[in-house]
C-alpha cells in the first residue's frame, strides 16, 4: 500500500515539474520572439487569447445547466464580450495602417475597456458565487455594457485619451491601471477567504489566474512605450493567465462533473452491492412466502373446482323427496339432463384428482413414462377425430392436417393423448360459436413439430411466458367465464419435457393462439408394437373426463 502511494506521489511530483518546465519554457520562447519582432508576437498573442475567449464564452454557454460553479460560468460568458474588446484593440493597434481605425489612443482605450470589464466581471463573479445566474440576463447586459463601451469609443469620444504622440502613455492611463490592479488585488484576498476552506483544482487555477493578471497589469503599470520590455513581459504573463481561467472553466465545467458522475457511480455500485446483501439475506423468506402465497392460490383454486362440481351434484340430489309414507310406490326420477350433469362433474372430479395426482409424482420425480415405438401421425389424428363430434356441437370447424402419412417415434402413447386432449379443450373453452381449430404435423429433419391453433381470445403478452406456471390462469376471479385448475398447461409441459421436446406459444390478445410442441424423433428397442388395439370406449370416457370443464355456469 506505502509502494502505491510513493508511485502516485512521485507520479504528481512529476506532472507538477513538467508543468512547470512547459510553463518556462513557452515563456522564454515568447521572450525570445517578442524581443525580435513584438508586432507579430503581440499579434499572435492577442490573436490566441481571443480564441481562447471565445472557446470559454461557448464552453459556458454549453455546460450553463450542468455546472454548479457559477462563478466560472460568469467568467466564462463574460471573456466572449471582452474577447470582442480584444479584437477591435488588435484591429486598431498601432502600425496595421491597412485597417480603418489607426489611432494607438483608440486602441489603449478598448485595451482598458476590456481590463476593466475583466476585473469587474472578476469581482461580480465571486460575489454571486452562492445565487442562481439567469443566463439570458447575463448576455443581455454584457452586449449593453460593451455595445455602450464600443460607441463611447468611437462615436461619442468621451472616453479620457489614454495615449498622445510624442508624450506616451496619460495620466489617466496610469490612474486606471492602477485601479485595475486594485480590483484585482482584491479579487485576490476575497477569494482566498471565500475559499480558504477547499482545495479543488478548479480553485487553485483561480488564485493562479488572479496573481498572474495582476502580475501582468503592473508589467503594464511599468511600461513607458508600447514596445519596451515590460510590455512583452506584461503581454506574455496575460497569456498565461487565460490559459489558467480555461483551464479553471474546464476543470470545473468537465473534469468534476466526470468526477462527481464517477462518485455517483461508486455510490450506486456500493448500493447495488449492499442491496445485493439484504437480498441475498432475505432471498430465502422471499422463496418461502411466495410458496405459502402459491399453496394458498392453489388450494383456493383446487377447492373451488371440489367445490362446484360437489355443489352441483348435491343441488340436483336434493331434489330426490324422501318417499311418500302415505304412498311408497312413488319414487322420484331423475331426468335425463339431471342424470347426464351428475355425470359431467364426476367426470370433472376425476379429471382433478388424476392432475393432482400427476402433479405429485412429477414434483416427486416419479412420473415415468411407457415408451414404444408408435405412429405419432396416427395417435393425433385419432384423438382429434375423437373429440370431433364434440367440437362441431359447439359449432366450431376442426381441421387436422399433415405432410406425411407415418413418423414413427419412442413415446407414451396415453401421455401424448393426453397432451391433445388437453390442448384441445383448451382451444375449444377460449374459442367461441363460428371458430375453427387447426391440428397439424410437420417433419423437420431429427423432429417432428405439432402445433395446435385457433382463432379465440387469445393470451395477453405479459401472460405468455407465465401461462405454463402451476395454477396460473388468465382470469383468477371467482366468477371467471371459463372454468379450470390451472394445472393442465403445466403437466402438459412436463409431459413434452419427459419426452425430451419443448412446447410452445404464440398468441395474440382476440386473434387467438398456436401451441407448437416440438418432439425428438428417436426409437427404443422394447415397447408396444406400431399397431395396437384402441379401445373407443375407453378413449371416449378420457375425452368426457378432459373436456368436462367445459360448460357455463347457468345449469
Known sequence: MDDVKNQLFNLQYTIKNINLLRFLFFLSLGLVVGSRNFMLYHIILELSIIIISFIMFLLALHTYYSNKDNRIILLGMSYGFIACLDLLHILTYSGRGEFIYDATNISIQLWIAARLLESLSIIISFALYNKKIGLKKVVFTYLTVTGLLVVSIFYLNIFPVFYMEGYGPTFFQTISQYIICTILFIGIIYFL???????????????????????????????????????????????????????????????????????????????????????????PECREGRRLDLKTSSIGTISHEIRTPLNIILGVTQLLPSINKGNGDKVYVLTEKQLNIIKKNCYRLIKLSDDIIDMVKIDIGHMQLKL??????????????????????????????????????????????????NLLSNAVKFTGPGGHI???????????????????????????????????????????????????????????????????????????????????????????????YINRNEQIDRVKIEFSDIYELNY
Request: glycine share 6%; hydrophobic share 40%.
Open 193 to 283: 477567504i471565500q475559499n480558504y476552506r477547499e482545495h479543488k483544482k478548479a480553485n487553485i487555477y483561480v488564485v493562479y489566474f488572479l496573481v498572474a493578471t495582476t502580475i501582468s497589469e503592473i508589467f503594464l503599470i511599468k511600461n513607458d512605450h508600447v514596445f519596451s520590455l515590460s510590455a512583452l513581459l506584461g503581454h506574455t504573463f496575460r497569456f498565461i493567465f487565460y490559459h489558467l481561467i480555461y483551464m479553471a472553466l474546464v476543470q470545473s465545467s468537465s473534469r468534476e462533473a466526470l468526477s462527481i458522475i464517477s462518485e455517483i457511480n461508486k455510490a450506486l455500485m456500493n448500493g447495488n452491492k449492499s442491496w445485493g446483501i439484504i437480498i441475498n439475506k432475505y432471498k
Open 438 to 532: 387447426k391440428v397439424n404435423i410437420n417433419n423437420k429433419e431429427d423432429r417432428v413439430i405439432i402445433w395446435v391453433e385457433d382463432n379465440g381470445i387469445g393470451i395477453p403478452e405479459d401472460m405468455v411466458d407465465e401461462i405454463f406456471d402451476r395454477f396460473k390462469q388468465v382470469d383468477t376471479t371467482l366468477r371467471r367465464k371459463h372454468e379450470g385448475s390451472g394445472i393442465g398447461l403445466s403437466i402438459v409441459k412436463s409431459i413434452v419435457e419427459l419426452h425430451g421436446g419443448k412446447v410452445l406459444l404464440e398468441s395474440e390478445v382476440g386473434k387467438g393462439s398456436r401451441f407448437i410442441i416440438e418432439l425428438p424423433v428417436s426409437l427404443v428397442d422394447y415397447g408396444e408394437e406400431n399397431k395396437i
Open 372 to 421: 414404444g415405438n408408435h405412429n405419432i401421425i396416427s395417435i393425433v389424428e385419432d384423438i382429434t377425430l375423437a373429440v370431433a363430434e364434440y367440437i362441431k356441437g359447439r359449432n366450431i370447424t376442426l381441421v387436422f392436417d399433415t405432410d406425411m402419412e407415418e413418423r414413427i417415434v419412442a413415446c407414451d402413447r396415453y401421455e401424448i393423448e393426453r397432451v391433445m386432449l
